[in-house]
Nanobody, 124 residues
């Protein structure tokens, strides 16, 4: 069973940066697309960014384009989310997830495995 563990969340002022990491283990298979989602209190979980196994294809939510960058290191089974110019509306619990669907899926139900999440809080 695949296990995903996020880290790197915290409290940051608006305009600041954070780098989230996601470590995968336990049968992590090649070919998996990886995605980052977030969920703020009272809101639905939403897609943030995703990346294919090769790293060639990426997708970003419009709200984070130009500010967030996703990358992966398959040799280390790691996925990263670099977040720059953070805004208070970016405050949420961030989750990494694994999908076995080709391309970069954007719906939560298209992802099979999830981490426990890491809190990101951006103060104004």
């Amino acid at each position: 069973q695949v296990q995903l563990v996020e880290s790197g969340g915290g409290l940051v002022q608006a305009g600041g940066s954070l780098r989230l990491s996601c470590a995968a283990s336990g049968g992590y298979s090649s070919g998996s697309a990886m995605g980052w989602f977030r969920q703020a209190p009272g809101k639905e979980r939403e897609f943030v960014v995703g990346i294919t196994w090769s790293g060639v294809a990426r997708r970003h939510a419009d709200s984070v384009k130009g500010r967030f960058t996703v990358s992966r290191d398959n040799a280390r089974n790691m996925v990263y989310l670099q977040m720059n110019n953070l805004k208070p509306e970016d405050t949420a619990v961030y989750y990494c997830a694994r999908s076995q669907i080709l391309g970069v899926p954007t719906r939560p139900e298209q992802y099979n495995d999830w981490g426990q999440g890491t809190q990101v809080t951006v103060s104004s």
